[in-house]
């Protein structure tokens, strides 16, 4: 069973001992931005990334949202090599004022939160083995850049991700902060969304998953309204397909209704 991968950093460590899994305690800030170099990428490791794209972007029309779609043609990563972060850093501050930070892996909660807040994503510039194009147990930069960075530029979503990471770094009540952590889950990860055309998929988890994708959005998987009273009473499984799944109705109201929860908690 395939199984998502996520770049919250509330992951306990996956199997073995495999150092991606392991959050890091940030003793120095992350580059950002232009100071991000392009890594020395070997040919096989741009080929993964090539047939990683090639095969998700065929799997996204009539089941990705519009709005992450139209974040992917603004971004116009690059399809045949692995886009350069300072790049993309670039793109997005021009179209919603984030940056991207370039991060070694999982981030230690607060560091990561802490990112967010300040309207950068910390990102990973190394690609998964071809041996895991259908799991990883981290994030890699396919997840983080094709998954993550199209949904950031679309400006709504931008301010909700932000409000995340600021209500994260305000939470010091640890049941406040679980029911937080899934609501992060179910909706930057693994959120639907209700378009004009249908049901669609803007979680970066099943986006990023071809396997997921492909399971989302069928009538195996129950559909609930992304309420963030019952989002945050949902506990979710990391080794499975998620179900149930929440659909928000609009980025406007994902915003809307977070500041509602986030206000009742004293978060904002
Ligand atoms: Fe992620």
Not at 140 to 145: A, G, N, Q, S
Not at 163 to 184: F, H, M, N, S
Not at 203 to 213: F, K, L, Q, R
Request: aromatic share 10%; with cysteine.
């Amino acid at each position: 069973m395939p199984t998502p991968i996520v770049s919250t950093p509330s992951n306990p460590p996956g199997p073995g001992d495999d150092p991606r899994c392991i959050p890091h305690k940030l003793n120095a800030p992350l580059p950002v931005g232009d100071e991000c170099p392009y890594p020395d990428y070997t040919t096989e490791e741009q080929s993964v990334w090539r047939d990683l794209y090639a095969r998700q972007v065929e799997l996204l029309p009539g089941r990705a949202a519009d709005e992450f779609l139209t974040g992917l043609a603004a971004l116009a990563l690059e399809s045949d090599r692995i886009p350069a972060l300072a790049a993309v850093s670039a793109r997005l501050a021009r179209a919603t004022g984030w940056r991207l930070a370039r991060t070694p892996g999982l981030l230690d909660a607060h560091d990561f939160f802490g990112y967010l807040a300040r309207r950068i994503f910390p990102c990973t510039d190394y690609v998964r083995g071809r041996h895991e194009l259908d799991y990883t147990p981290a994030p890699d930069c396919f997840h983080d850049i094709f998954g993550h960075t199209p949904m950031i530029m679309h400006p709504r979503f931008a301010d909700f991700y932000q409000k995340i990471g600021q209500a994260a770094l305000a939470c010091t009540d640890p049941a406040v902060e679980e029911g937080l952590t899934r609501i992060y889950w179910f909706t930057v990860e693994f959120g639907l969304i209700r378009n004009p055309g249908g049901l669609r998929i803007y979680g970066n988890g099943i986006i990023s998953s071809s396997g997921e994708t492909l399971h989302s959005l069928t009538d195996q998987v129950t559909k609930l309204p992304a309420v963030p009273e019952r989002i945050a009473a949902q506990p979710y499984d990391i080794w499975h397909f998620q179900d149930p799944l929440f659909v928000t109705g609009s980025f406007d109201e994902l915003e809307a209704e977070f500041v509602r929860w986030a206000q009742a908690h004293r978060l904002l």
